[in-house]
């Protein structure tokens, strides 16, 4: 036998498998299972979105009621933004501002409730792996791009209450286009980084998410493997997009009241509070919303509270966005009601 050979058998001896019915083998056995457990977890090709599956019943009345909700928040959004392109009196900061809004209202409700609609009038849940990826990327950007945006409108209401004389200057085209940018570029980075914590898991647990899109957090809760980098990362984010701009909204409405307080006349202070009353509404419905999903997630609650929780940030506000500006505010109706008069007459 020649020296390769006896290296060939030694090996071959090593990794032999052992004979049955020895603890060995018991244990070789379950490692073998487990490992082709895990790798039929890792090749999955699709996920099961349990939003509203649990409603057998309900199916006809929900596509009946989302798909108006989500016409009327499409095209509410985009005729406000109308709106405000073709009323030159409309071209100012806070405008530009809602205008971004709304497109960013567009994008988010577009991203979750159309497959939402389409599951629950096929009786379906199952999304591909990609179709999930894209979900969650583009969550990453229109949620993030809500949540800076609605910081950014918070700021603008501190400089045009706080520093009525150089609302000008501060606020110039230059500077809320730059703002605007930062915004994007910072919802690009919250969609990469969830994105790349969704692709380098290698190994999912299951294939139910407990909602009816492909929400990151609940993705990579499925997560077998170590999660302690992907919690930090998960933490830092929620520091960054979620703790900073409640902070910055807080503090900027602190100031707001405390200076609308300093004004003499009644009249004064109740037309300080209602130019911002829209936003504040608006802030209150989307983060109370975002914080019933997080608790929802985090206390395992029921997946109809948690689904239902997630249809009103992701639907409700940006179907309420439009009516709340409009009828709180009299330029807006005034513009609404100069472009119905030419459309009319045309």
Not at 66 to 89: C, E, Q, R, T
Not at 125 to 139: E, K, P, R
């Amino acid at each position: 036998m020649t020296k390769q050979e006896r290296v060939v058998n030694l090996l071959g001896s090593i990794y032999e498998k052992p004979k049955l019915g020895s603890q060995i083998d018991v244990g070789w056995d379950i490692q073998a299972k487990g490992y082709i457990e895990i790798q039929n977890l890792t090749c999955i090709s699709e996920f099961h979105l349990l939003g509203f599956s649990e409603d057998q019943k309900l199916q006809n009345f929900l596509f009946g009621l989302f798909l108006p909700m989500y016409l009327v928040s499409v095209i509410g959004n985009l005729l406000l933004i109308l709106v405000v392109k073709l009323d030159s009196h409309l071209h100012t900061p806070m405008y530009f501002f809602l205008c971004s809004l709304s497109l960013a209202d567009v994008g988010l409700t577009s991203t979750t409730v159309p497959k939402m609609i389409v599951d629950v009038h096929t009786h379906s849940t199952v999304i591909s792996y990609g179709g999930c990826l894209t979900q969650v990327s583009a969550f990453g950007i229109f949620g993030a791009m809500d949540d800076l945006l609605l910081t950014v409108m918070a700021y603008d209401r501190f400089v045009a209450i706080c520093h009525p004389l150089h609302y000008q200057v501060i606020m110039n085209p230059r500077h809320c286009g730059m703002l605007v940018s930062v915004s994007f570029m910072g919802s690009l980075l919250n969609s990469l980084v969830h994105s790349l914590m969704v692709l380098q898991v290698i190994c999912f647990k299951g294939v139910e998410i407990c909602n009816f899109f492909c929400d990151p957090s609940q993705l990579l809760n499925l997560n077998c493997s170590d999660t302690l980098s992907n919690d930090i990362v998960t933490y830092i984010v929620s520091v960054i997009y979620g703790f900073v701009p409640i902070s910055g909204i807080l503090f900027s409405y602190y100031k707001i009241v405390s200076s609308i307080l300093r004004v003499p006349s009644p009249g004064g202070r109740y037309k300080a509070f209602s130019t911002c009353g829209s936003h504040l509404t608006v802030v209150c419905l989307f983060y109370a919303a975002a914080i019933a999903v997080y608790l929802s997630s985090t206390f395992s609650l029921s997946i109809k509270n948690c689904a239902l929780a997630s249809l009103v940030y992701t639907m409700v506000t940006p179907m309420l966005n439009p009516f709340i500006y409009s009828l709180r505010n009299r330029d807006i109706k005034r513009a609404m009601h100069t472009l119905l008069k030419k459309t009319v007459s045309f």
